[in-house]
Nanobody, 121 residues
C-alpha cells in the first residue's frame, strides 16, 4: 500500500499554474516536501515544510511555488505558479521522521510514486 499519494499533475502551458496534493496514509509529524526529477537528470529538491508549517524552497522555485500543510488531514499542497518548461519533471512527495533533513534526498525515508508535470513553451 502506498503511504504517500500524489495528485494534480498534468500538461499546461508556460505561465500557467498547477496545484499538487499529497496525502499521507499515516500521521506524519516530521518534515514533508517535494522533489522532482526530469529525464536524464538527478533528483532535485523543490520544497519542504516542517510540522509547524515553516516552508523552505529551492532557489529555482522561490517566489513562484508555495508549499502549505494541513496536519489534520495529513496533507501537503504545492501551488505552482508561472510555470516554465524547465519545471517539467516527475514530482515526488516525500516525508521523513529525521530531524533537519534539508535538501538531501537520502534523509527522506518515504516517497510517493510521483506525478508528471509537463510545461509546454
Amino acid at each position: 500500500q502506498v503511504e504517500l499519494e500524489e495528485s494534480g499533475g498534468g500538461l499546461v502551458q508556460a505561465g500557467d499554474s498547477l496545484r499538487l496534493s499529497c496525502v499521507s496514509r499515516v500521521r506524519t509529524f516530521g518534515t514533508m516536501g517535494w522533489f522532482r526529477q526530469a529525464p536524464g537528470k538527478e533528483r532535485e529538491f523543490v520544497a519542504r515544510i516542517t510540522w509547524s508549517g515553516e516552508p523552505f524552497y529551492s532557489d529555482s522555485v522561490k517566489g513562484r511555488f508555495t508549499l502549505s500543510r494541513d496536519n489534520a488531514n495529513n496533507s501537503v499542497y504545492l501551488q505552482m505558479n508561472s510555470l516554465k518548461p524547465e519545471d517539467t519533471a516527475v514530482y515526488y512527495c516525500v516525508s521523513t521522521s529525521k530531524g533537519g533533513p534539508g535538501s538531501d534526498p537520502n534523509r527522506y525515508d518515504t516517497w510517493g510514486r510521483g506525478t508528471q508535470v509537463t510545461v509546454s513553451s
